[in-house]
């Protein structure tokens, strides 16, 4: 299973006015509560659940109990919260043979609570919303296991199988109770904001530290639907994905949910008002842009690229701030990193007006004259496929009295000297682009570079006379002072 996930599209519905929603109900979503979890510190208690204690049942004391159709609609609230305390045992999932009829028993009542709550068959009391929280929390809510603290590289979810959490069967229908109930019309979420509260969603965004990736895409589905319905907490949860993101850049550089957090924000930023405020452009400064730092980048980079063009598109005047982020994070000896920061600045020009491109030229094609001479010939390939952009070349060309004579000798050592041919090819059709473009001033480069090249050959040949004569001045001494025996 990979670690990433697919780019939101920008036909995608929008259920709350946030952006394209990242699932449809039907998807991998579930409703999840959160006790304590993770590898951080736990939060504050809610006021409005108690410390739960994972209790592992008696033998021989899980029963099933009656279907909720065997009876009376006026029974039904009160086998509702029997089933609720039934789920609240847990199971040692490592020992397969252990247990085997009370997990099934378990299972099966989960089944029939999310088909209750989906039916909509009975309307759920608070006090029924409130066990049901707990019952989640008991579930959801644990200690994730250690990250790898041996001292070596994260891996990469790409390559490697993901870990799998053992009772992902209980697991799953929990998050799918939660899901159904956040989902439900007749949910008020002025009663369901006690329970689903500040604490509730800061252990909720501590379980994306998980490795399994279908938890993390519950998870997401999940703090998206929250997002939706309390409006009440969507400053909140903003906050604290921010300082997610913060202790990651910063501190850990490991979290194994980067990726969907920053696609949970692609459908919030999507969804953003315009003018924008400030709060939100500081977002992009504070923690988007830096989140090109770490080196796994590669994990998460689809989304992150993601939500830096929905910030350009929607305001077209961040554009020189994004390109002067991007230039000061930019790779030095990380190739593969390179050829997707190129990828990501291409998508950024495309949404670029011609005034912030010219406040960002001379550093940005700095760069770009560097990647162009790159041994690396992905890295010299991905630069020059910019000029395949229509948009990007028009920039070019009104603005080519600054760009050709930046670029001018990194295309000239191409031609003279680059190892791999179809760099030589694409080369020489960009500098025949340029010649067609201005013969005047591609005439003008080429007499400057020609004198650039003969005052280098003549500070060469003085170096190489200068050391030529002391050579000979140490030889003759040297013969002077020898010492005959």
């Not at 495309?350 to 940005?364: D, I, K, N, Y």
Request: aromatic letters at 10%.
């Amino acid at each position: 299973m990979k670690g990433g996930h697919r780019k939101p599209s920008k036909s995608d519905g929008n259920d709350f006015g946030l952006g394209p929603p990242l699932n449809s109900g039907s998807g991998p979503a579930n409703n999840v509560v959160v006790n304590h979890s993770s590898r951080a510190a736990p939060g504050p208690p809610s006021p409005h659940s108690r410390p739960t204690v994972f209790v592992s049942p008696p033998m021989n004391t899980v029963e099933p109990l009656p279907f909720f159709r065997d009876v009376p609609v006026a029974e039904r609230p009160n086998l509702f919260l029997r089933k609720l305390q039934l789920c609240c045992f847990h199971f040692d999932f490592t020992d397969t043979l252990k247990s085997v009829r009370e997990k099934e028993i378990k299972r099966q009542t989960l089944l029939e609570l999310v088909d209750f709550i989906q039916s909509g068959s009975g309307k759920i009391t608070e006090n029924c919303q409130e066990e049901m929280i707990k019952m989640v929390s008991v579930n959801v809510f644990r200690c994730l296991p250690p990250h790898d603290s041996t001292g070596q590289e994260p891996t990469d979810p790409e390559e490697d199988e993901p870990y799998l959490e053992p009772s992902w069967s209980h697991l799953q229908l929990v998050y799918e109770l939660l899901l159904r109930y956040v989902l439900m019309s007749d949910t008020d979420t002025k009663v369901a904001k006690r329970y689903v509260d500040h604490s509730f969603v800061l252990k909720l965004l501590d379980l994306f530290d998980s490795e399994d990736p279908r938890e993390r895409e519950y998870l997401k589905t999940i703090l998206h639907r929250i997002y939706g319905k309390f409006m009440v907490h969507r400053p909140f949860i903003r906050k604290a994905i921010n300082n997610i993101f913060y202790r990651f850049i910063y501190e850990t550089e490991r979290h194994s949910g980067i990726g969907e957090l920053l696609e949970i924000l692609g459908s919030i930023i999507n969804g953003f008002a315009l003018p924008m405020k400030e709060e939100h452009k500081l977002f992009l400064v504070r923690a988007l842009i830096p989140l090109h730092k770490p080196k796994h980048i590669s994990v998460y980079h689809q989304q992150l690229s993601y939500c830096i063009i929905q910030f350009v598109e929607k305001d077209y005047k961040l554009a020189d701030t994004v390109i002067r982020g991007l230039l000061k994070y930019w790779p030095v000896t990380n190739c593969q990193k390179e050829v997707l920061f190129l990828g990501e600045l291409e998508e950024v020009l495309e949404a670029t007006q011609s005034a912030e491109f010219q406040r960002c030229m001379v550093p940005l094609f700095r760069q770009i004259a560097r990647c162009l001479t790159s041994s690396h010939f992905q890295v010299a390939e991905r630069a020059l496929f910019l000029w395949n952009n229509e948009h990007i070349v028009s920039l070019i060309a009104q603005n080519r009295t600054v760009v050709l004579p930046i670029i001018y000798e990194a295309l000239e050592k191409n031609i003279q000297s680059h190892w791999n041919q179809a760099i030589h090819g694409l080369t020489i059709n960009i500098r025949k682009m340029f010649l067609d473009m201005d013969t005047e001033l591609f005439e003008v480069c080429q007499q400057q570079y020609a004198e650039k090249e003969s005052r280098a050959r003549h500070v060469e040949e003085q170096r190489e006379l200068t050391w030529k004569r002391l050579a000979d001045v140490a030889a003759q001494r040297g013969g002077e002072d020898m010492i005959t025996v």
